[in-house]
């Protein structure tokens, strides 16, 4: 069974970058039916689809985000990483990944990291 | 772009009730549509995929239905574990995935 934590900063300044990185465990990243995504919730709010990548690096990102999110996959850490520009607090939320595999959808995630954008 | 639609956006119903939340796409999505629980401070769970097909593990009272526009999720006899929010979400593959704004299961 796949696992997954997320990590990195839970305080981040306005107009700075988020950096966030997702570790997966108990299976491989390189593996080709499994596609890795990002998603946040701000609170009190629904879940926002922030991107999706593949192991070759192949990405696809939500048009909402305007060209800020860019996300990268290392497969010798067998992780992947999110990083989000000139941040506000538009961008407070909690953020999970997950996995998408073999069309069911995302089917596993991390346990989400709480990331507040404040001076 | 296409848009999903929940409704009711709250419900509340007793334990042992059957109860049905609706999601409607702007647009046909065929059967690209998965079901979510999420209860406070936990990440969602996956229910139901590909419109109708239960994920591993997940219990039988829980069932999913439609196609093209127009899809519901039912629970079937209510147990006090499944007092949660519910989303549903479009997905395609790998560029979209479209969530709808969630109903939230309370306790009547």
């Known amino acids: 069974q796949l696992q997954l934590q997320e990590s990195g900063p839970g305080l981040v300044r306005p107009s700075e970058t988020l950096s966030l990185t997702c570790a997966v465990s108990g299976g491989t990243i390189s593996r080709s039916s499994y596609y890795w995504a990002w998603i946040r919730q701000a609170p009190g709010k629904g879940l926002e689809w922030i991107g999706t990548?593949?192991?070759?690096?192949?990405?696809y990102y939500n048009p909402s985000l305007k060209g800020r999110v860019t996300m990268s996959v290392d497969t010798s850490k067998n992780q992947f990483s999110l990083k989000s520009t000139s941040v506000t607090a538009a961008d407070t939320a909690v953020y999970y990944c997950a996995t998408y595999s073999g069309g069911k959808a995302f089917d596993n995630w991390g346990q989400g990291t709480l990331v507040t954008v404040s001076s | 772009d296409i848009q999903m639609t929940q409704s009711p956006s709250t419900l509340s119903a007793s334990v042992g009730d059957r109860v049905t939340i609706t999601c409607r796409a702007s647009?046909?999505?065929?059967?690209?549509l998965a079901w979510y629980q999420q209860k406070p401070g936990k990440a969602p769970k996956l229910l139901i995929y590909a419109a109708s097909s239960l994920e591993t593990g997940v219990p039988s009272r829980f069932s999913g239905s439609g196609s093209g526009t127009e899809f519901s999720l039912t629970i079937n006899s209510l147990q006090p574990d499944d007092f949660a929010t519910y989303y549903c979400q479009h997905y395609n593959g790998f560029s979209t995935y479209t969530f709808g704004q969630g109903t939230k299961l309370t306790i009547k």
């Open positions: 990548i593949y192991y070759s690096g192949a990405t």
């Open positions: 647009q046909s999505i065929n059967s690209w």
